[in-house]
């Protein structure tokens, strides 16, 4: 656990680093969006570098390898392109405006979320997709609402992020992110069906939608 901790405490000022001089060093902290997008961003990763566990490995997860590459480019994006779009570029959605401050809040919202997410299932939200050990259906907090809040969190999160920097390579990532959530939504659903039965059918009926109230 503690060599977790240390592990994403050391992403975290790496990436805070990369973000700054990416953004064109000390003027981005001078920015109020720069700076304020800087506080939400490491708000976020010690929200999930304190709730979320890697999990044991499964044959679940070993199937998801693409997807974690994939979202491990889209992530490089958010760091690294995101604040060098923000500080090299005037358009076309405009710096420093109603929509960034509209997209720090939405992040802002997201992480919130996320957290309450991870409150709620505490050991059971893990990076690896797979069953923990005394694994348990949990139905309570944001899960009365929507079956995967964790994932919804994310996509509000790096819409934000693209809001916020007025990064369109921000926005595109997360769009093409999400047909990967939603096929890791179906994996993810077909192992819980498998372990919890007409248990989990039953709570589906229940929470009708998936990731996106009125949506999907």
């Given at each position: 656990?503690?060599?977790?901790?240390?592990?994403?405490?050391?992403?975290?000022?790496?990436?805070?680093?990369?973000i700054i001089l990416a953004g064109g060093g000390v003027a981005f902290v001078r920015r109020p969006v720069g700076v304020t997008y800087l506080a939400l961003w490491v708000a976020w990763w010690i929200v999930l570098?304190?709730?979320?566990?890697?999990?044991?490995?499964?044959?679940?997860?070993?199937?998801?390898?693409?997807i974690v590459s994939l979202g491990t480019?889209?992530?490089?994006?958010?760091?690294?392109?995101?604040p060098w779009e923000y500080a090299h570029f005037a358009g076309p959605i405009p710096r420093d405006g109603t929509l960034a401050w509209a997209g720090l809040v939405l992040f802002a919202v997201g992480i919130v979320l996320q957290a309450a997410a991870l409150w709620v299932l505490r050991?059971?939200?893990?990076?690896?997709?797979?069953?923990?050990?005394?694994?348990r259906?949990?139905?309570?907090?944001?899960?009365?609402?929507?079956?995967?809040?964790?994932?919804?969190?994310?996509?509000?999160?790096?819409?934000?992020i693209g809001l916020a920097l007025s990064s369109l390579l921000a926005l595109g990532s997360t769009i093409l992110v999400v047909?990967?959530?939603?096929?890791?939504?179906?994996?993810e659903e077909e192992m819980l069906?498998?372990?919890?039965?007409?248990?989990?059918?039953?709570?589906?009926?229940?929470?009708?939608?998936?990731?996106?109230?009125?949506v999907f």
């Open positions: 656990m503690a060599r977790h901790l240390i592990g994403r405490l050391i992403f975290i000022a790496i990436s805070c680093l990369i570098a304190l709730g979320r566990r890697r999990g044991v490995p499964s044959e679940y997860d070993r199937k998801q390898r693409v480019a889209a992530l490089a994006v958010v760091i690294i392109a995101s050991g059971f939200y893990t990076s690896r997709l797979g069953l923990q050990p005394g694994h259906l949990v139905a309570s907090g944001p899960y009365r609402i929507v079956r995967h809040p964790g994932y919804l969190s994310n996509l509000m999160c790096m819409m934000g047909p990967l959530i939603v096929w890791r939504i179906e994996r069906l498998t372990q919890f039965g007409v248990v989990y059918e039953a709570y589906k009926q229940k929470t009708k939608w998936r990731l996106i109230p009125g």
